[in-house]
């Protein structure tokens, strides 16, 4: 039984383990720059809006709200991602950040990290205005009331960044473990934060479709598994 674990933590986590120990052994943190940037700047945001002084401003350059024209929300939303929602522990948000963050720049490269962080709020904000459309007798729907939630936080990112750093590493089993837990919090509450959260993770899995789909046809129909002969790491940015 202890050797079966063995082989499935290795053949599940081996390769990744392997890129962040390579990683952090010859670069330390300047391996992690973009996540270094992305912890201070959270907590500048955090310390910043709870002020009398800087509330206003924070929400004026990083509030989302669905009742808000679809301009200035599309504005809004890249710092948005950087902006701790103010009902939760900034603790949280901070160590989301640094961990998920810092795996998936490793990994990914910091401009495919920043790019899949964004598609993945932007699902997020934009599926809050669709929900709101269906209505609340939808499976899918919002209450009107959601409309005026401030929508602001990294969880959604660091979802969709959890998902697709699985798919490129082969770690299937924790992917899927990803997905099961974030289906089970909106089973359990189906607020405007989880089901944010499933069309954060829907828009990644149609980014790795197309991703798989034009993988299949560049490699003749194999797709190689990291760590082996054939298969080549992500470019660094």
């Not at 504005?75 to 998936?104: C, E, H, K, M, Y």
């Not at 089901?195 to 194999?222: C, F, N, P, T, Y």
Request: hydrophobic residues 50%; aromatic residues 8%; contains cysteine.
């Amino acid at each position: 039984m202890r050797h079966a674990v063995g082989r499935f933590a290795r053949r599940e986590w081996g390769p990744l383990l392997t890129a962040l120990r390579t990683a952090l052994v010859t670069r330390r943190w300047r391996a992690v720059p973009l996540t270094l940037a992305a912890v201070c700047l959270t907590a500048l945001f955090q310390l910043v809006q709870n002020q009398d002084w800087g509330y206003q401003p924070v929400q004026d350059i990083g509030s989302v709200r669905a009742e808000d024209p679809l301009w200035l929300a599309l504005l809004r939303t890249p710092l948005s991602l950087f902006v701790p929602a103010l009902d939760l522990p900034v603790w949280g948000a901070l160590a989301q950040v640094l961990l998920v963050f810092g795996i998936a720049e490793i990994c990914l490269g910091r401009w495919r990290t920043l790019g899949v962080a964004y598609l993945a709020t932007l699902a997020g904000t934009l599926y809050a205005r669709v929900g709101i459309a269906l209505g609340p007798d939808s499976p899918f729907g919002l209450p009107a009331s959601d409309a005026q939630i401030v929508d602001t936080g990294p969880s959604a990112a660091v979802v969709g960044l959890a998902v697709y750093v699985c798919w490129r590493y082969r770690a299937y089993g924790t992917g899927g473990l990803v997905v099961v837990a974030m289906v089970v919090e909106v089973m359990i509450k189906a607020n405007l934060a989880g089901k944010e959260h499933l069309a954060a993770i829907a828009a990644v899995l149609v980014l790795i479709a197309v991703e798989s789909a034009r993988g299949r046809r560049q490699d003749g129909g194999v797709v190689p598994r990291p760590g082996t002969r054939s298969w080549k790491p992500p470019i660094r940015s």
